[in-house]
Every structure is written in structure tokens, then in C-alpha cells.
């Protein structure tokens, strides 16, 4: 033990310190009262807000990102569902009933709001004004969380805060931020009690309490898992004496009392979600593709400069990457490796853990070799911020202990290294040659300057760094208004949507609503995400299905999506594809034994196409009336086998273009079964009326669809 570090463990701040604290206080006062007072926030939901047809939609910058789908689909609207809820536990203006303790942290006014300082706004003011302090709160506990915890390790001010603002604006926290930014922002609270000068006794119980809280806020295991162990690692290199006897059996109690907080607060949703296919069944091999381990080293290696990506999607390319990296490895003093042995504690602990964790991300290793450490739950693209993590502060503590060589040898070599990147993003068909312009002057500057300042080199390269990832990443996430989130007009769409409910007995059976956002916007819909499955519900809409057809579709984490499938049926692990059909009462449509003599023509058949042994149509009528008195009537030869099934849809365009708002529920799919498949799609005739009286109208069929005719056999 004698090597490990005792110095400075509980130093008193010293004067600049303290002075960039009051300066970041002051700077985080003034931009938060802008910020919450025009109620911004990162959200990407302006994609709801125009599906449904707001004309202001409260953009301030940027624009929304639908690969943001588990933000502005799911985490903003359940959050909207919990206030239109009145803040209560168990979901009543949704289908499904469902509990809303879940692994999401939604500001339910129960118990676990102790826990949830961030939505403690939530019932006191305009939950527009929460929302914005909510994510406002989180940005700057992430600044100076991971900012404090480098002063922990010895950093300067300028470099404490330099790092911490660089490591926001990487790929993996910008890309994630909307959803998972509370479980990276929180993270150094969780530690940094035992960073301070209280009793033992006292960091213990502040260690249970924000422990808690970085579950409760948002419960991910697989980067919290990776999270915890880079958390041990840390408090193990910087305050060895917590593994005295004594000590550490207090952290332990303290660990165990968090953990049981969170079980018995989110007791319903684990023990529902332990049984599920998906995700409680997953298991992690390590191993990750070699140009995302690159792109620690190259930033913007995988997307070019609009946020395509090389392969997968944007955010599953997200890394912790930083030009922090390249420079410290490029002008690293290797000559002085024996000042490691000054602390050789630190060392082993940081450089044996982080060589761990790359060997995960890095190596196609079983999941077994995993276990130990829980890692065979954790996907090693989950475990991409935990590893950027632990490899920044690995590298802070080796540059701190063997210094900078500023030669333009090794100018020359990063220079080069930024040219190879760009090689590689060509071979990849995407154009990374954007970054070098951005960082290369930006590196020369600081290069030169650290070349006439050598004391100041490590501060000039974070710096560097820094805006390097601001310049790449800050256009990612939109600013965006949460005032219309809560507080949208009624508009077109949103009346259409009304009496579609209104009409079928108060249910939605829209589709077109991704995720929960229609249960958001306060409708009992259909579509929906349910985080622990609803099997009984399942089973009694569809009591024919097998049970083990059942399970295997619903038994898990699931996007609730409409469609007009005949039955349900998994579209991926987290999607259901649910008959829109059977939830619809009263469809308003039947078969004519023969067409009419005589009938004027209005709207039109879309699209015709042959689905096994169904034919679906998609089009649109003029009715005048409401939904309650349209109606549709069918005139097909060969005769149907069984029930012709409608499903209305919202049809936006047909309703600007004739400048009807009442049009806004004028279209329609119709599926019609048939005894055995068809060839050809047979002759039909479609006629629409209000069921309230009036002459029928036939609509036009498209080129491809023939009119009804004499019989005509299209059987196989």
C-alpha cells in the first residue's frame, strides 16, 4: 500500500479553483435562466408536432432527428401521458392500463420522487418550464460532475473543465443525449462524496442517495453495469483507503441499500421484464467492429458531415471519441514511463481495468468470460461511454505523470494521422475530409502555443480537443421549444383524431402515430409502447392464437404499430404488428350482391395490391358527414370469403389540397379475403354513401384495377 496515492486526497480547493467555480456558477445561472425560460430542451418531438399539424412548432435550432425515436416516440410522450395522468402511478387515459414505474424515470408524484431531483418541478409550475429545467439540470450536472471528478484526480481548472465539456460533446453522448444523457450526467455524482473532507458515515449516506437516484432518473442496466465497474475502478485509484475493513463494509451497505431502493420501487416492472424474450433474455458476446474502436482516435471516422453513417445507424456509431485522445498518445513523454512506478497503484488499477474493458469492446470473446463482471449483459456497443470514460481519465493520469514532447516530429506524425483517418473514411465512401480542416489549424494552433507555453501544452491540447467536438457534434441535437410539446393548439389533425375515438368507442386505431405519441397527445390509442408485456390483454383479443404463438410475439418490450396484417406478428425484437381491424367496432362497409345500374363518380382507389389471398385497397372518399355516418359498399367478383375489414386514415393531403378540414378522416384501407389466392386482381366496383341517406357515388379505380364486369374466374 505504500505506493498508493495519499497526496492531495482531501486538499482544500485551491484559489483558482475556486474562482472557476464561481465563474462556471455564474455562466450556468445565467444560461439556465435563458434556457428554461424559453422552455428549450434537446427533443426531437417538432416530428409530432408536424404530424399533427402545428404550424408553430417551437424550433429554435437545428432540426429533429426520428433516429431519436426512443426520445420523441417514447420518453417525451409517456412524460406527457404522466402529467395528463395527473402524475399517478397506473396509466388511466391509456388501453393498456399500464404502470408507469418503469425503467424509464417519469415524474410520478409518489415515493421515488425523492429520488428524482431533476423533475421536481413537475406539478409546480407549466410542465413546459420542467421539462426544459429538467434537461437543462442535466447538461450542467454533467459538465460539472465529470469536471469535479477531474479535480479529484489532480486536473487544473482549464483542464477539469476543458475534458468534461469535451466528453459531452462526443458521439455516443450527443447521439444518445435526449434519452440516456441522465445516466451519463449523473454518473460522478455517485462518486464524487468521497471526494470530500465529510465523516464516513456521511459520504455513505450521500452515496446512497445519488446512487438512487442515477437508477431511478433512467434504470439502463447494460451502461449502468459497465458504468459501476468504471466507478469502483475510480474510487479504488484515487481513495485506496476505502478498502479498509470497516470502510468498505459501510460502502457496501450503503450499495446494498440502493440496490434494494430501486428493487422494491421498480419491483413490478423487473420481475415482469426478468420473464420477457426481449430484453430479458438477451445475452452479450464481446467484440465490436474495428472502425468504431478507430473512431476513438478518429471522431468523426464513421458519418460524414449531414450524420450518415458509414454502416448501422448514427447513434450505434456513436463513440466516446476525442482528439484528447490522438494528441496525448502522439506527444506523450514515453522517456519517463518510470514515473509511473511512482504510482504504481493507480497504474495497475487504472491501466489493468482499462486494458479489460478494451479487451470486451475489442475481442470476440464468449459471454461467459463476461460474467464475472456482468458484462455478458452489457453489448459492447453499450459499453462504448463506460470504456471512454475510464480510457479518459487512464490517459489524463499518464500525461500528468510523463509530460508532453513538443517536437515537430510529432507535429508530423499527427498530422499524418488525421490524413490516414480521412484515407479511411474515403475507402468507406464517406466524406470525412470536413474534420481535417476543421482540426487541423485547430491542432497547429495549439500546438504552436503549447511550443511557447510547455506548462500550458496539456490544457491547450483539452482545449483543442474541445472545440474540435463542439464544431463536429453541437449541430446534432435540436433546440427545441417544449411549450408546444404541452401546450399545442388543436389543429386539423388532432380534430380528426377526436372523432375517430369519439366514433369507435374510445379507442384509436390510427396508425401513423409512432411509439406512445399518440397516447401522449391524450388518446386511448391502440399504438402505444408497452415496457412489460400485456399478455392477458393479448389473450383475450386473440384467444385462438396458441400460447406459445402468443408469448412469441408478445412477451416482451414492445412498439405497439397498427397495421392492416390480418394477424399479429413480430416485425423486430421491440415491434408487434397488431390487426388495426379487430379493434374497430363498427366498420361501415358490406358487400352488394350487384354493382348499381347508375352512379356518379368521386374520390378515388390509391393503390391496389394482392396479399395472399386478400386484396387491399387504399384510397379516399368526400364524405360530408361525421365518421359515424360513412360508409362504404363493394361490389367484387369473385365473391368475398369471409368479412371486408376498414381501417380509416388520416389524409392530410387530400384535406390541404380540396382545403376541407373535414376530409382529414377521408381515406381508407379495405382488405377483402378470398377463398384461395388470386392471380390478377379482379374486377371491382367501390361505392361510398353517408349511411344517414344520399345517393351512392362510385370512386374511380387506378389504371391497374379493372372495373366490375361479368363474372370473371381469376382463381388459381
Not at 417525451?76 to 404522466?82: E, G, K, V
Request: aromatic share 14%; glycine share 6%.
Amino acid at each position: 500500500m505504500n505506493d498508493m496515492i495519499k497526496a492531495d486526497t482531501h486538499a482544500a480547493p485551491s484559489k483558482g479553483w475556486t474562482k472557476a467555480n464561481i465563474v462556471v456558477l455564474v455562466l450556468l445561472l445565467f444560461v439556465g435562466a435563458l434556457y428554461v425560460l424559453n422552455t428549450w430542451s434537446p427533443s426531437s418531438y417538432g416530428i409530432v408536432l408536424n404530424l399533427i399539424g402545428v404550424e408553430d412548432s417551437g424550433l429554435a435550432r437545428g432540426a429533429p432527428r426520428a433516429i431519436r425515436s426512443d426520445e420523441w416516440a417514447v420518453v417525451t410522450p409517456l412524460t406527457q401521458a404522466t402529467v395528463n395522468n395527473h402524475f399517478e402511478r397506473y396509466n388511466q387515459t391509456s388501453l393498456y392500463q399500464e404502470d408507469l414505474r418503469i425503467n424509464y424515470g417519469l415524474p410520478i408524484h409518489d415515493w421515488g420522487i425523492v429520488f428524482k431531483p431533476t423533475m421536481w418541478l413537475y406539478g409546480w409550475v407549466n410542465p413546459a418550464y420542467a421539462y426544459s429545467f429538467h434537461w437543462f439540470a442535466i447538461t450542467a450536472l454533467f459538465i460539472v460532475g465529470y469536471a469535479w471528478l477531474l479535480r479529484w484526480f489532480g486536473a487544473t481548472p482549464v483542464l477539469a473543465f476543458s475534458l468534461a465539456i469535451g466528453l459531452y460533446f462526443t458521439g455516443m453522448v450527443q447521439f444518445w443525449w435526449s434519452e440516456k444523457g441522465p445516466i451519463f450526467a449523473l454518473f460522478p455524482w455517485v462518486l464524487l462524496p468521497f471526494a470530500t473532507r465529510w465523516p464516513i458515515w456521511l459520504k455513505a449516506m450521500a452515496f446512497y442517495w445519488l446512487a438512487v437516484v442515477w437508477l431511478l432518473t433512467n434504470f439502463y442496466p447494460p451502461i449502468q453495469v459497465s458504468l459501476a465497474f468504471v466507478g469502483a475502478v475510480l474510487l479504488l485509484a484515487r481513495a485506496p483507503e476505502l478498502l479498509r475493513p470497516a470502510r468498505l463494509g459501510l460502502l457496501a451497505l450503503a450499495a446494498a441499500l440502493a440496490a434494494a431502493t430501486v428493487a422494491l420501487y421498480l419491483g413490478d416492472y423487473l420481475r415482469e421484464t426478468a420473464s420477457t424474450l426481449y430484453p430479458g433474455a438477451r445475452r452479450s458476446s464481446g467484440g465490436l467492429d474495428l472502425l468504431l474502436v478507430a473512431s476513438w482516435i478518429f471522431p468523426s471516422l464513421n458519418f460524414d458531415r449531414n450524420f450518415d453513417a458509414a454502416f448501422a445507424n448514427i447513434c450505434e456509431v456513436g463513440t466516446v471519441g476525442m482528439y484528447y485522445a490522438l494528441l496525448i498518445l502522439v506527444f506523450l513523454d514515453y522517456r519517463n514511463w518510470r514515473a509511473l512506478l511512482n504510482d504504481k497503484w493507480s497504474t495497475w488499477v487504472l491501466g489493468g481495468a482499462t486494458l479489460l474493458m478494451l479487451a470486451w469492446v475489442t475481442l470476440p470473446l464468449p459471454w461467459w468470460a463476461g460474467a464475472p463482471f456482468l458484462w455478458h449483459y452489457v453489448p459492447p456497443s453499450r459499453m462504448q461511454f463506460a470504456s471512454g470514460v475510464l480510457l479518459l481519465f487512464f490517459l489524463f493520469f499518464v500525461a500528468s505523470r510523463l509530460g508532453l514532447r513538443l517536437t515537430w516530429l510529432r507535429m508530423a506524425i499527427s498530422v499524418v494521422s488525421l490524413e490516414l483517418g480521412a484515407a479511411v473514411g474515403d475507402a468507406l465512401s464517406i466524406s470525412t475530409d470536413w474534420h481535417d480542416w476543421l482540426a487541423l489549424p485547430i491542432l497547429v494552433f495549439a500546438f504552436l502555443y503549447a511550443r511557447k507555453s510547455p506548462r500550458q501544452a496539456h490544457g491547450a491540447f483539452a482545449i483543442a480537443s474541445l472545440v474540435i467536438g463542439i464544431l463536429i457534434f453541437f449541430r446534432f441535437n435540436p433546440t427545441q421549444s417544449a411549450w408546444p410539446i404541452f401546450n399545442h393548439s388543436e389543429t386539423g389533425v388532432t380534430r380528426a383524431l377526436d372523432a375517430m375515438q369519439a366514433s369507435n368507442h374510445g379507442i384509436l386505431a390510427a396508425s401513423g402515430f409512432p411509439g406512445a405519441s399518440a397516447n401522449g397527445l391524450g388518446y386511448r390509442s391502440l399504438s402505444h409502447v408497452t415496457a412489460v408485456p400485456k399478455l392477458a390483454f393479448w389473450k383475450q383479443h386473440f384467444p385462438h392464437m396458441p400460447q406459445d404463438e402468443l408469448d412469441a410475439v408478445f412477451n416482451r418490450y414492445a412498439h405497439i404499430i397498427p397495421t392492416f396484417d390480418p394477424n399479429p406478428r413480430l416485425l423486430q425484437p421491440d415491434a408487434i404488428a397488431v390487426p388495426a381491424a379487430d379493434f374497430i367496432t363498427e366498420p361501415n362497409v358490406r358487400y352488394l350482391n350487384e354493382p348499381y345500374a347508375t352512379a356518379d363518380k368521386g374520390g378515388n382507389i390509391d393503390k391496389a395490391e394482392l396479399e395472399g389471398n386478400s386484396l387491399v385497397l387504399s384510397g379516399w372518399a368526400p364524405w360530408s358527414g361525421g365518421m359515424e355516418t360513412q360508409a362504404l359498399e363493394v361490389f367484387v367478383n369473385p365473391e368475398p370469403a369471409g368479412a371486408l375489414k376498414r381501417l380509416v386514415v388520416l389524409r392530410p393531403d387530400v384535406a390541404k389540397a380540396l382545403r376541407r378540414d373535414d376530409l382529414m378522416t377521408s381515406g381508407f384501407k379495405l382488405r377483402i379475403p378470398f377463398h384461395e389466392r388470386l392471380t390478377q386482381k379482379p374486377p371491382i366496383c367501390i361505392y361510398f354513401h353517408e349511411t344517414a341517406g344520399g345517393n351512392p357515388m362510385k370512386l374511380q379505380n387506378p389504371p391497374d384495377l379493372p372495373d366490375c364486369q361479368p363474372s370473371v374466374s381469376v382463381i388459381q
